[in-house]
């Protein structure tokens, strides 16, 4: 079977007749791949007229949506990739990594459209005022890029390597090429298929190579976007290209890195940390065979457990059933290729000129019911270093299999300056159970790793692992680890957008942001906003209500309904050297007293109070001062129905800004509302 390459809008075959591509664990061929005669400057020529009009066209919460749809589809499609995964070697624990994971990641973005609004652009942080009278101001906004997110991704994780960066490249309103490594693209190649197939994303928004990309970045220009993820030596070379520095284009690089993890001195043996750290260590030494660039390298342990450790992830490596993935009661299959297995051969023998091999051997190896001539396996490795502060090549040398090196340590100092000599790595764990060993790790170890677990009894139970990355948090790396950030939730959109300050009145920065921004212009309108539907709601749309003149009644009343007492609300004796003149009103009673002037009570469109975003009291109110309320609507963000028995519904931001006698303001807050839309269809 030949892999096609999806390019503007069709499938293809290369030129060539292609590479075959085998399977993991028997030999047998899977596909052929060829990728010869692309015209790779048409396909991201392409990608920019087409797919990125179309998705810049769409509203973030449009684009969430979609990939919402997108995920569901796949998911309900998920066990059709366990069959191809299989041929890569991967167990069926190490498939669901990959497959629905990487649909996982795909849920856990679509759920961002919620904080990016319901525009084609974002509207970043807060407004900032640049006058002394407050006619001149400015904001940020963030507009996707104009090019396209091509995406190197590694052999190891072929669909999770793909979704967990398109998922927020389309988010943001880019599109996407993906060139994944051709060992396992086949794999890839099946779930394009299907992504395509589905018709749910626009023309364009996805594209696809499999096979050699070879020349693509002599065609960047300024605005696309380049992601590698693979090794450090390829990434550098890459990174490094003319034409990503001519044309300003972002390179982010995810490199494998000699990842560590650090047993607390407290975790001794019969302690629950103890043999957590064991489980982990094993873990990570054999799912995936070891081949994940979060994989631990490096076991860090004080100098006295060494020999504890060592027995016991030793014991842990002697219960895992080696072979083909599809044999029930397998726990690791094979390598991704012999290729592969080279290669993480050369790294040992290198690795033992300065270390000890205490369990395994990666050139004998007897699996029952296997060919071991056809298929790509391997004994885990476990190591011991004989000096790792004067022989370093245990800090420069990767293994990128099931290989690991014990190494010990004196005191935490030691820990922490171990594992900061690997130069960076995308992830180090502590095993601990003592809250001082933890911070004090963290703190000083943080300047060399993308992300530091913190593992013991309290958290075990739930913990995704060492060797997890998170779509919410920061996948990513310092030095070797490449320097580069992936996935991070709102971090990860922010990549592809395109910063921007806009500069202008307080009207024109409204019309501009489609926030209302305090001392524009308002809509005075004769309907109040409560009677007005989600639809027919308008920025800027302000109700100037009644005023209210506050009393000391008022203020003791409320303290009394509150039980809130403190003294500058209820004792003047008390006054003396504070910022007060005389009792005041409290901060919460005012708003809720201009919730009593803006409120519209009759049932209208208005469902409920969804919250309070901000809350600012920024002028003391005394017994006598009269207030009134601007009440402006400052954003809407439209909803999608739950289901066909939903109400359609959306939220609007409302502005409050309470002002006194003198014109003043003396509190502002957003608070939420849920509106109902008058179409219902």
């Known amino acids: 079977m030949k892999l096609g390459n999806y390019i503007a809008g069709k499938w293809v075959n290369g030129s060539g007749a292609g590479k075959e591509l085998l399977d993991a664990s028997t030999g047998e061929v ?16 392409y990608g920019r007229k087409v797919g990125n009009k179309a998705l810049r066209k769409m509203t973030f919460r449009e684009r969430g949506v979609m990939i919402k749809k997108l995920a569901l589809y796949l998911h309900e499609r998920r066990e059709t990739y366990y069959p191809i995964s299989y041929k890569t070697g991967a167990t069926r624990v190490d498939s669901w990594i990959d497959i629905e994971g990487g649909i996982g990641n795909l849920f856990a973005n679509a759920s961002l459209r919620k904080k990016l609004g319901d525009q084609t652009y974002y509207v970043e942080g807060e407004p900032v005022g640049l ?72 023309e364009g928004a996805l594209q696809l190579i499999c096979g050699s990309a070879h ?27 003319p034409r990503l520095i001519d044309q300003s284009v972002h390179f982010n690089m995810e490199a494998d890195s000699l990842n560590c993890a650090i047993l607390g001195s407290d975790a001794v043996p019969g302690t629950p940390e103890f043999d957590l750290f064991v489980k982990e260590v094993r873990k990570e030494m054999t799912v995936k065979c070891g081949q994940k660039c979060t994989a631990i ?14 027995l016991a992830v030793s014991a842990q490596l002697k219960k895992m059933v080696i072979g083909d993935p599809r044999t029930e009661g397998v726990r690791m299959g094979a390598l991704a ?25 990666p050139d004998n190896m007897d699996i029952p019911n296997v060919d071991m001539a056809k298929g790509a396996f391997m004994s885990p490795i476990l190591m011991v270093a004989n000096d790792p ?73 739930e913990s995704t692992g060492h060797g997890s990355p998170m779509p919410m948090l920061v996948h990513g790396g310092p030095g070797r680890a490449g320097g580069g950030e992936e996935m991070g939730g709102m971090r990860g959109v922010m990549h592809y957008l395109q910063r921007c300050a806009v500069q202008g009145s307080p009207t024109m920065m409204t019309a501009v942001t489609q926030q209302y921004q305090q001392g524009a212009e308002f809509k005075d309108t004769s309907v109040h906003p409560f009677r007005k539907y989600f639809e027919d709601l308008q920025i ?83 017994a006598g001062a009269t207030i009134g309320v601007r009440l402006s609507v400052k954003e809407k963000l439209g909803q999608e129905k739950k289901d066909e028995e939903d109400i359609k519904k959306g939220i609007v931001k409302f502005l409050v800004d309470v002002y006194d006698e003198t014109g003043e303001t003396v509190a502002l807050a957003t608070i939420l509302t849920m509106v109902k839309y008058r179409n219902q269809e």
């Open 337 to 361: 290729g012999f290729s592969q297995v080279r290669e993480v051969k050369e790294r040992i023998a290198e690795l033992r000129n300065e270390a000890t091999v205490v369990y395994g051997d």
């Open 30 to 45: 899977v596909a052929l791949a060829n990728a010869d005669g692309i015209d790779f400057g048409e396909m991201l020529d």
């Open 131 to 202: 006058s002394k009278g407050g006619t001149f101001m400015g904001h940020h906004i963030m507009v996707p890029k104009t090019g396209v997110a091509i995406h190197i991704n590694a052999f190891n994780f072929p669909i999770w390597g793909m979704l967990e960066k398109c998922a927020v490249n389309w988010l943001a309103g880019m599109p996407a090429v993906v060139k994944p490594a051709t060992l396992t693209s086949y794999l890839t190649e099946a779930m394009v298929r299907d992504i395509i197939a589905s018709g749910i994303l626009p």
């Open 215 to 241: 020349g693509i970045i002599d065609y960047v220009e300024t605005g696309d976007m380049v992601t590698f993820t693979g090794s450090a030596t390829t990434g550098k070379m890459l990174k490094s290209h």
């Open 389 to 461: 502060w004067k022989s370093t090549g245990v800090h420069d040398i990767e293994a990128f299999g099931p290989v690991s090196t014990i190494m010990g340590y004196r005191n935490l100092d030691e820990a922490t300056e171990l594992a900061n000599m690997g130069k960076g790595s995308l992830v180090s764990s502590i095993t601990t159970f003592d809250n001082d060993i933890a911070r004090n790790y963290v703190v000083n170890a943080a300047t060399h790793h993308g992300r530091i677990l913190v593992l013991n009894r309290d958290c075990a139970k």
């Open 540 to 622: 800027g749309d302000t109700v100037v209500t009644h005023k209210r003149t506050i009393t000391e009644t008022d203020i003791v009343n409320f303290a009394n309904v509150s039980w809130d007492h403190f003294y500058a609300h209820t004792d003047v004796t008390s006054l003396e050297g504070t910022t007060f003149e005389q009792r005041v009103a409290h901060g919460y009673f005012i708003l809720s007293a201009a919730a009593g002037l803006f409120v519209d009570a009759a049932k209208g469109p208005v469902l409920l109070n969804y919250g309070i975003d901000e809350c600012r009291f920024v002028k003391p109110i005394y």
């Open 297 to 310: 390298r490096r076991i860090i342990v004080p100098e006295n457990l060494i020999e504890d450790v060592q």
